[in-house]
């Protein structure tokens, strides 16, 4: 199982969070309730938690991002830690200096955690097997690979409007060969015990062998929403419209857009998430984006809960030392 | 210097010699085997007793970093290597920086080769200038000044065109091509087996077609052109059955397999282990059977290192940024003898495609123990075992991923014409 030792401390606890893949059904659960505990923090008048203080984290994204480094970012200062952030384009990488490093100059400077987003997939893999031990590394993204954050706010998320995720019948449409977060979203699915999952996209956009992952594979949009409780649209990346593998952002959106229409073939309960930022028009109609299924800004608030979970569990700490700490 | 190898049990395939018998050695020659010649008398005797003493080992592609490359290894790192583990015949491919495109890099290659006198080096003549797929190579000129053959290493020849006329102008002049079957634009970034294991890890996948279809294309042109043509380093099952198919239609070509293929899959890299980034890709255990068959079925006819040393700084990366290839030469022995240990192969199999067979493809008078051959001789202990660890190899590419392994066999002695260029003592 890949990053299942390496994520763990001898004790088996959170050490590093770099995929879903591998880890316990009873660390996700206490992710999400320890999320559950922290999603108050942003509604007190003082939105901090003394959890993390003096602890120095460092947002390193080799690959531009706004809205994950934000709430990395949010989550750091709720938790009272000091944040960093670096904005290390791959070009200046390319222009001499190796990741590592740039790692090592990085840990000169004592930082305590690493919140990593890269183009290449094993990327945090690789920089938290290369790491001075008392440092935790967290994926926020890596290439086609993770982005395990993203799938635990989802997740959450599901669990909020769904109390329990065992019965539940999940289709993640679009671009599932490149998306990290579709991969990351597929293992927490399995792990926290959906009845199914399935894929929804053309043959071009879902990987080989995919089903070994424990997923279901629908080419028909109509087919693959039939009777499910969540989807959840993937953004299609401009770049992918043009090329071998998909003809035009309008073909596509008559045969994987997310509309009214389609949305009836799902349970009348069903929910509409999305990753964001959305592509009105190609994977998803502005009448469903804005609708009444869509929980897409609830993702977005949920996001931060979820990050300060990770960081706090990742440096040994929870939710109830910080009622102590009062 | 005379040299008597005695007690040892000679093992040639080829030869058809499997028996204890002594072997007599003058002035780098072979000039007796079993019987002692009229008045010869030795300067050194090495017992071989309850050992094999088999030929040379012939290698048909490993990459001594020479010339460009010697922050990476060099000659004399990796041919120690090499004899360490009984190799004494290497074919270098063309991808040296700069390519062997010009008669001044043979010259050079010949000249490190003559320095490092430990072992045959058979250089490659670049196909096309630069490997760039566009002109054609003075290939003939290259040949006289001392290639042995012509290919394109790595590097694509997306150009059918080209292609075609590469075979029939080295068709022309009489020489083998040497041909890497990979479709540049089936592989584009790739770095491992499209299947479980890329879609598990999200790595750019280098789907089986792009052998295929490559290799496809090139056999519809030597079945044109009637060239000799080696397929080298075949990484699918599919790819072995295409060429058994030729085989069968009357074709001269031939193939081999690098020996990385015939023990790793895909599952190895697991962890993203830039160690198991290789090209061509580790495939799937089913790929990995029809090598091991097309091996038994005599399709494939040579196991090579495939052997690429790289600094530590190649492999420090996150996997697609780090560059492809193992460090294998000291273990391809050692590898084939695991393959008999496990029954996979039989040991006529394991060291024929070491020492007779890839020297027919070559054209080459070795891998054979024979009277009146240059003595180019590996004597191997079958029952001592070693297991791998990075740290202490000979080569100057630390990058194995064969770490931990326990492998059998273990090379005493390898003489390259008639010296003694490797002891273990």
């Known amino acids: ?326 | 210097m005379r040299i008597t190898i005695e007690h040892g049990c000679l093992f040639d395939p080829a030869g058809q010699l499997d028996g204890q018998h002594d072997l007599y050695i003058a002035d780098g020659t072979i000039v007796g085997i079993k019987h002692r010649p009229d008045g010869f008398t030795s300067d050194l005797q090495i017992d071989a007793k309850g050992k094999l003493v088999l030929p040379g080992l012939v290698d048909l592609c490993a990459r001594l970093r020479e010339p460009g490359q010697v922050h990476k290894a060099t000659f004399q790192s990796e041919c120690r290597a090499a004899n360490s583990s009984g190799i004494t015949s290497i074919c270098c491919p063309p991808d040296t920086q700069p390519v062997i495109d010009s008669t001044a890099v043979v010259d050079l290659i010949h000249q490190r080769t003559r320095d490092t006198k430990r072992a045959n080096i058979y250089p490659l003549a670049a196909l096309t200038v630069g490997l760039q797929g566009q002109q054609l190579s003075e290939m003939d000129t290259l040949q006289r000044s001392g290639c042995i053959g012509v290919g394109n290493a790595l590097a694509p020849i997306a150009s059918a065109e080209v292609l075609r006329r590469a075979f029939e102008y080295a068709h022309s002049c009489g020489l083998t091509v040497f041909l890497f079957a990979e479709d540049h634009a089936l592989r584009k970034q790739g770095g491992v087996h499209e299947g479980a294991i890329s879609t598990r890890l999200g790595l750019p996948a280098i789907p089986e077609a792009a052998e295929t279809v490559a290799l496809s294309r090139a056999l519809l042109f030597v079945e044109q052109t009637q060239v000799k043509t080696h397929f080298c380093r075949l990484s699918s099952a599919r790819g072995v059955r295409m060429i058994a198919m030729a085989q069968e239609q009357g074709l001269p070509v031939s193939a081999d397999v690098a020996v990385c293929n015939l023990h790793l899959t895909e599952m190895d890299i697991a962890d993203y282990n830039s160690n198991c980034h290789l090209q061509p890709p580790l495939r799937n255990e089913r790929d990995r059977q029809g090598l091991l068959k097309g091996i038994k079925q005599g399709v494939i006819t040579a196991v090579c290192s495939d052997h690429q040393p790289h600094d530590a700084d190649a492999k420090a990366a996150p996997f697609s940024q780090t560059e492809a290839g193992a460090s294998t030469i000291e273990h391809l022995l050692p590898l084939m003898l695991h393959l008999v240990k496990r029954k996979e192969l039989t040991l006529e199999q394991a060291i024929g495609v070491l020492t007779s067979q890839p020297a027919a493809i070559l054209g080459i008078d070795k891998g054979t123990l024979a009277v009146g051959r240059a003595a180019d001789i590996c004597i191997l202990d079958m029952e001592l075992s070693a297991i791998v660890d990075a740290a202490t190899l000979l080569s100057a590419g630390k990058n194995t991923p064969f770490k931990g392994w326990e492998l059998p066999g273990q090379v005493t002695h390898t003489l390259y014409n008639g010296a003694i260029v490797f002891n273990q003592d």
């Open chain 1, 1 to 326: 199982m890949i990053g299942n030792n390496i994520q763990l401390d001898k004790n088996g606890n959170l050490k590093h969070f770099l995929t879903t893949e591998g880890l316990s059904l009873s660390l996700l659960q206490s992710i999400l309730d320890h999320a559950e505990s922290f999603s108050s923090v942003g509604e007190r008048a003082v939105k901090k938690v003394p959890l993390l203080r003096g602890k120095t984290i460092a947002n390193l994204f080799f690959e531009p991002s706004t809205r994950t480094r934000t709430t990395f970012e949010l989550a750091a200062k709720r938790l009272s830690a000091d944040i960093l952030n670096l904005n290390i384009s791959t070009s200046a990488t390319h222009k001499g200096e190796t990741l590592s490093d740039t790692l090592h100059t990085l840990e000169a400077m004592h930082c305590d955690m690493f919140v990593v987003r890269h183009a290449n997939s094993g990327a945090a893999h690789y920089i938290a097997t290369q790491v001075a031990p008392h440092i935790s590394v967290i994926n926020a993204g890596d290439g086609c690979h993770a982005h395990p954050t993203q799938a635990m706010l989802d997740m959450f998320t599901i669990r909020k409007h769904k109390q329990s995720l065992r019965n539940l019948r999940v289709a993640i449409v679009g671009d599932i060969l490149h998306s990290r977060v579709a991969r990351s979203e597929i293992h927490a699915l399995g792990i926290l015990g959906v009845l199914e999952t399935r894929v929804v996209g053309p043959h071009t956009l879902i990987p080989k062998d995919v089903e070994n992952l424990g997923v279901q594979v629908f080419h028909d949009m109509d087919e693959g929403l039939h009777g499910v409780d969540v989807v959840i649209m993937l953004r299609l990346q401009t770049e992918r419209m043009s090329g071998a593998l998909l003809p035009s952002a309008y073909e596509y959106f008559q045969r994987y857009g997310l509309t009214r229409k389609r949305l009836a073939q799902a349970k009348p309960d069903v929910i509409v998430m999305h990753p964001g930022p959305i592509n009105r028009g190609v994977e998803i109609a502005s009448d469903v984006a804005d609708g009444e299924h869509s929980v897409i800004l609830q993702q977005v608030s949920h996001g931060i809960a979820i990050r300060m979970a990770i960081m706090a569990m990742t440096m040994g700490r929870s939710p109830e030392d910080s009622e102590d700490s009062r």
